[in-house]
T-cell receptor, first 114, second 111 residues
Framework: NAGVTQTPKFQVLKTGQSMTLQCAQD?????MSWYRQDPGMGLRLIHY???????DQGEVPNGYNVSRSTTEDFPLRLLSAAPSQTSVYFC?????????????FGSGTRLTVV | KQEVTQIPAALSVPEGENLVLNCSFT??????LQWFRQDPGKGLTSLLL?????REQTSGRLNASLDKSSGRSTLYIAASQPGDSATYLC??????????FGTGTRLTVIP
């Protein structure tokens, strides 16, 4: 099925460890983004990309890195995990050319940092 | 900065009732507004997308309206069913192609 695929679904990290959350889409969307969802705060934008080779910061970028080497993939890297990064992470994509059909979200990665 | 508010935070209704969920945003310079549904522990499922030039969109028992000048949108659900129980999120898209989300309304439909 076409859509946004996120891996892993669950992850437990120790403080200071690094890891990469994977996101892939097969809809040839130019725009991809990462959000975190915390109780009572809604989803907040971490980083986004409008195309391969182009990335930019969102509302809460500190502690996270991204790169976009292909249209399909947009990995999110945690450099040195902290308990404050315990959250549910969602990847989303959309097209930016032609008619806009809205955003498609992945099923999320639940991350716990101990 | 765009702020999105959803009222009420939680709502319980008996099966069969019609209901309205509210969403307000502070900056009317939006491209569109999208309503999502989120089931516990799951991702977001898109329900309706309203472009800034539109007043409403309908899909089955769902109807979403948009009043851009006053910064408001409503999601109307007709003849509610227990399967409608979920959290409903609204999000507005700004010029940078980014979404700003409300904190959601948690709906429970009682059989």
């Amino acid at each position: 099925n076409a859509g946004v695929t996120q891996t892993p679904k669950f992850q437990v990290l120790k403080t200071g460890q690094s890891m990469t959350l994977q996101c892939a889409q097969d809809m040839n969307h130019e725009y991809m983004s990462w959000y975190r969802q915390d109780p009572g705060m809604g989803l907040r934008l971490i980083h986004y990309s409008v195309g391969a080779g182009i990335t930019d910061q969102g509302e809460v970028p500190n502690g996270y890195n991204v790169s976009r080497s292909t249209t399909e993939d947009f990995p999110l890297r945690l450099l040195s995990a902290a308990p404050s990064q315990t959250s549910v992470y969602f990847c989303a994509s959309s097209q930016t050319r032609g008619k806009f059909y809205g955003y498609t979200f992945g099923s999320g990665t639940r991350l716990t940092v101990v | 900065k765009q702020e999105v508010t959803q009222i009420p935070a939680a709502l319980s209704v008996p099966e069969g009732e019609n209901l309205v969920l509210n969403c307000s945003f502070t900056d009317s310079a939006i491209y569109n507004l999208q309503w999502f549904r989120q089931d516990p522990g799951k991702g977001l499922t898109s329900l309706l997308l309203i472009q800034s030039s539109q007043r409403e969109q309908t899909s089955g028992r769902l109807n979403a309206s948009l009043d851009k000048s006053s910064g408001r949108s409503t999601l109307y659900i007709a003849a509610s069913q227990p399967g409608d129980s979920a959290t409903y999120l609204c999000a507005v898209r700004t010029g940078a192609n980014n979404l700003f989300f409300g904190t959601g309304t948690r709906l429970t439909v009682i059989p």
